[in-house]
Nanobody, 128 residues
Framework: QVQLVESGGGSVQAGGSLRLSCAAS????????MGWFRQAPGKERERVVV????????DFDDSVKGRFTISQDNAKNTVDLQMNSLKPEDTAMYYC?????????????????????WGQGTQVTVSS
């Protein structure tokens, strides 16, 4: 059975950094679309980033572009999200997702409904 386990969440001051890790089992990273989503109280779960083209290309949400980076480690079968210059509005539960179907050209879908597998989430809290 596929399992995705997130780690690395916590509480930080604005301007700080966190590195989230998604460890996959029963699933090989890069075999289908995957990425990170987040959900704040009272809001829809939204895309943070999806990774495609074998990990060489990314599709970040505008709200995190330039501050977050994603890396795929095939040897460790993990996908990490490096979050820098964190803002209070980044506060949310962060989820790793996988199992999305690739589109023409190697692009991956942005919608949460397109992903089959989900982790349990890890909380990120940024205080001002």
């Amino acid at each position: 059975q596929v399992q995705l386990v997130e780690s690395g969440g916590g509480s930080v001051q604005a301007g700080g950094s966190l590195r989230l890790s998604c460890a996959a089992s029963g699933y090989t990273v890069g075999s289908s679309c995957m990425g990170w989503f987040r959900q704040a109280p009272g809001k829809e779960r939204e895309r943070v980033v999806v990774i495609y083209r074998g990990g060489s290309s990314t599709d970040f949400d505008d709200s995190v572009k330039g501050r977050f980076t994603i890396s795929q480690d095939n040897a460790k079968n993990t996908v990490d999200l490096q979050m820098n210059s964190l803002k209070p509005e980044d506060t949310a539960m962060y989820y790793c997702a996988a199992g999305g179907s690739r589109r023409s050209g190697g692009y991956c879908p942005r919608g949460r409904a397109e992903y089959r597998y989900w982790g349990q989430g890890t909380q990120v809290t940024v205080s001002s």
